[in-house]
């Protein structure tokens, strides 16, 4: 899996995959050694949402904004997150077909859910609610074509 970080106006891409130049080494729950070349950071408290990753290296804490390679292509297609939360909708990032929908009115949801999925480009994507709120429509079903930004689920957010 790529990440992407944000660092001043560029972005650094890390594959996590990669076995190039690095390794993993699980310790404990949640506690791991990362080597890189040949220096040796400590990883503890990770904790992965939607937008970042927090964690401890070497008793220092950070919390660091980032794309995977879905959220990635989303961006690059002109999808902005922050448009889809102000106004509850959960848009279609890109052309493509209804899989699957994981949401139905009234249902509450959580930031992160998975709430539809959508095959664009011979890939399956999970389009997953960016607030914390319940649902007041689907307008989509399974097997249909939507097209980029066609409102498939609006979510009144909680409060």
């Known amino acids: 899996m790529k990440w992407y970080f944000p660092v ?14 690095h390794s993993w080494t699980r310790i404990r729950d949640n506690e791991y050694l990362l080597r890189i070349g040949h220096k040796s950071y400590a990883i503890d408290s990770i904790r992965v949402n939607s937008e970042s990753v927090s964690f401890r290296m070497d008793g220092v ?19 902005r997150k ?10 279609a990032p890109m052309p493509g077909r209804i899989v699957s929908i994981h949401a ?3 249902e509450v949801v959580s930031s992160g859910q998975r709430l539809i999925v959508l095959e664009a480009m011979k890939m399956e ?7 914390d709120g319940t649902v007041t429509a689907v ?15 609006d979510v009144q957010p909680l409060g």
């Not at 106006?9 to 190039?20: F, G, K, Q």
């Not at 804490?61 to 999808?79: M, S, V």
């Not at 922050?82 to 848009?91: D, Y």
């Open 139 to 153: 307008h989509v079903i399974s097997g249909q074509s939507v097209e980029k930004n066609t409102i498939l689920i």
């Open 8 to 21: 001043g106006d560029d972005r650094i891409e890390i594959d996590l995959d990669s076995e190039s130049g």
């Open 82 to 91: 922050q448009v889809a939360v102000s106004k509850g909708e959960l848009k």
């Open 125 to 131: 994507n999970e389009l997953r609610s960016l607030i």
């Open 104 to 106: 139905e009115p009234g």
């Open 61 to 79: 804490a950070f919390d660091i904004p980032y794309l995977d390679e879905q959220a990635r292509l989303l961006e690059k297609l002109g999808f």
